[in-house]
């Protein structure tokens, strides 16, 4: 997929806000995720699939005019489990224990200003609303002090970590926030 330069070079807006996620986001969304996340590729169908299994759990970070600069996807999941890179999920598991928190992307012109703080917040609202005990996620990309200073800590086990080396790199780390 071709990235628009419109997204890559679009001028920082004054005022952003997070907004549910549509349909109509997904091809922004699917260019964000190839900046933020090079070496981690999930196509349009992914997001696609995330968005119609749990649409309460995906938002967009837009300016006054709409335009997606950044994106968020949660969904409850199983602890101390990953889905698969890349992969579509059939169905949403029947007993979740954590709202397992997929992608917290920006665009890097909006980055840096505070903004992962208020979603975070309304994921930790949302995982209360579905009665879940924590925020679960893979930190990526050297991420582990931003996640930590969201509240989140890492919570380690062999298998896990053997399978998120293996699929994300030697630096990712499960980590875990209870709300």
């Known amino acids: 997929m071709a990235l628009r330069p419109a997204l890559i070079e679009r001028p920082m807006p004054d005022r952003l806000t997070w907004r549910p996620m549509t349909g109509a986001d997904l091809d922004a969304v699917a260019a964000i995720a190839l900046i933020a996340f090079p070496d981690h590729f999930e196509d349009r169908a992914c997001f696609e699939n995330r968005l119609a299994l749990h649409p309460e759990g995906c938002f967009i970070l837009a300016g006054q005019d709409g335009a997606p600069l950044g994106y968020c996807l949660a969904y409850p999941w199983i602890a101390d489990a990953v889905p698969a890179v890349n992969a579509r999920i059939e169905t949403l598991p029947d007993d979740p224990a954590v709202l397992y928190l997929h992608d917290l992307a920006l665009h890097p012109s909006v980055r840096g ?17 579905l009665d879940l005990p924590a925020i679960a996620l893979v930190a990526v990309n050297a991420a582990e002090g931003f996640w930590r200073s969201h509240g989140f800590r890492p919570h380690d086990t062999p298998a896990l970590t053997q399978k998120l080396a293996a699929a994300y790199g030697a630096d990712a780390r499960y980590m875990v926030r209870p709300v």
């Open 113 to 129: 200003g505070g903004r992962s703080h208020a979603i975070v917040t309304r994921l930790v609202d949302l995982a209360r609303d």
